[in-house]
């Protein structure tokens, strides 16, 4: 099965600006999501994406955070406008493909930082 | 709130050692998975253990299931310098498609 790829792999950006976080390519699943890890701390849920529309989502992800699939393939976490505590690794992920599930797919991450 | 808690926080051994890792939870799960991370990289999924399984071997790793004292080992036999990385316990419930993370075991081979 294809990785899931995940630009940029490193982003820095001011506080308040507004960055676009990527998930690329998708195909063929119907879950997707997004979690973060601060550095040092544990993996957190943020989102979870099913069938084109969010699914569930924690606490963390406020009107700040949104999420799309513009194309039917790409899968982006968009953060309107940042603050010094979004800083961490975020990574996108899919769930198993048909009705077989094995384990999720994460991709190789985006660390952001907040400056 | 149901997260996995894993124990050690931090394990040193030598290669060729057993490495054993443990992962507590708090409450009714679907399955329980084992992911590595590698300094600053992204998660691997190792290995799966539904709730309705005892044991599950895959190649060097073996995962125990104690749905009843809702506790899980992660095992790595005749450990390699590559296996240093850390290693995550994740829950995903019943009710809901997610996984929640334990706080991780750093594990360090030293060759």
């Known amino acids: 099965e294809p990785e899931v790829t995940q630009t940029p792999s490193h982003q820095v950006t001011q506080m308040g600006q507004e960055v676009i976080l990527r998930c690329v390519p998708i195909?063929?699943?119907?879950?997707f999501y997004w979690y973060r890890q601060i550095l040092g701390q544990k993996v957190e849920f943020l989102v979870s994406?099913?069938?084109?529309?969010?699914?569930?989502k924690s606490e963390i992800f406020d009107d700040q955070f949104s999420v799309e699939r513009p194309d039917g393939s790409n899968f982006t976490l968009k953060i309107r406008s940042t603050k010094l505590e979004d800083s961490a690794m975020y990574f996108c992920?899919?769930?198993?493909?048909?009705?077989?599930?094995?384990?999720?797919?994460f991709g190789s991450g985006t660390r952001l930082t907040v400056v | 709130s149901q997260q996995g808690e894993e124990d050690p926080q931090a394990l040193s051994i030598q290669e060729g050692e057993n490495a054993t890792m443990n992962c507590s939870y708090k409450?009714?799960?679907?399955?329980l998975q084992w992911y590595r991370q590698n300094s600053g990289r992204g998660l691997v999924h190792l290995i799966l253990?539904?709730?309705?399984?005892r044991e599950k071997h895959s190649g060097r790793l073996r995962v125990t299931l104690d749905t009843s004292k809702k506790s899980s080992s992660l095992l790595i036999t005749a450990s390699r310098a590559a296996d240093t990385a850390s290693y995550f316990c994740a829950t995903e419930w019943d009710s809901s498609y997610k996984l929640i993370f334990g706080s991780g075991t750093r594990l360090l081979v030293r060759p």
């Open positions: 195909s063929n699943h119907l879950y």
């Open positions: 409450t009714s799960i679907n399955n």
């Open positions: 994406f099913y069938n084109n529309e969010i699914s569930e």
């Open positions: 992920a899919r769930g198993g493909t048909g009705g077989a599930f094995n384990g999720y797919t």
């Open positions: 253990i539904r709730s309705n399984e």
